[in-house]
Each structure stands twice: as structure tokens, then as C-alpha cells.
């Protein structure tokens, strides 16, 4: 089993950043992609960002604004994430996959609004 903790959510201000850091931990050997997908109220959950080695995939609804990294220590992927918009409020999911399984964390929220 692999869990997925997420943290660094909250509330800030539009034009705001937030680092959101997620630490996996147990059976993480098999993964071999990880990243950040986000349900706001009343819409379908959507990715983010994901990284694998070393590449990264983005939304367009998020380019050049947020970006994606893991540490050293490869069992932890943040998601920095600046010039925020209020679209942007949503629970954010960290995600890791294998070739058979998809692990979710318990999600953070994240509200921007002034």
C-alpha cells in the first residue's frame, strides 16, 4: 500500500502564492509518475501537473504560473503555485501511479479570494 499526505493549503489573497508539498510513504518503489489534480465545487476532478524522471506535464490553465518538482529524496513532489486566481479554489489531490494502480491523497484545500 502507498499513502499520499498532502499539505500547504489555505486561504490567500488573488496574486498570492502557496506551496503545496505531498510526502508518499510505504510500498512507493512502483510509482512512476506522481502529481496534482484539483476538484473545485460542482465540477469534475482535473489535473494539474504531474513529473515523471524528468518530465513535466502541465494544464494550460496553469502554464507558467505553477510548477512542479520533487525532492531528493523522491518520495516527496511539491507543486508551487503563484499569481493565483480565484479560479484556481479547488481541493487539490496528490496523485501517484504504477502501471495498475492510482494512489490519492485526502486532498488540501486551497481558496483564493480577497
Known amino acids: 500500500q502507498v499513502q499520499l499526505v498532502e499539505s500547504g493549503g489555505g486561504l490567500v489573497q488573488p496574486g498570492g502564492s502557496l506551496r503545496l508539498s505531498c510526502v508518499a510513504s510505504g510500498f512507493i518503489s512502483n510509482i512512476y509518475v506522481m502529481g496534482w489534480y484539483r476538484q473545485a465545487p460542482g465540477k469534475e476532478r482535473e489535473l494539474v501537473a504531474t513529473i515523471n524522471d524528468g518530465s513535466l506535464n502541465y494544464a494550460d490553465s496553469v502554464k507558467g504560473r505553477f510548477t512542479i518538482s520533487r525532492g531528493n529524496a523522491k518520495n516527496t513532489v511539491y507543486l508551487q503555485m503563484n499569481s493565483l486566481k480565484p479560479e484556481d479554489t479547488a481541493v487539490y489531490y496528490c496523485?501517484?501511479?504504477?502501471?495498475?494502480?492510482?494512489?490519492w491523497g485526502r486532498g488540501t484545500q486551497v481558496t483564493v479570494s480577497s
Open positions: 496523485n501517484g501511479q504504477t502501471t495498475r494502480v492510482a494512489y
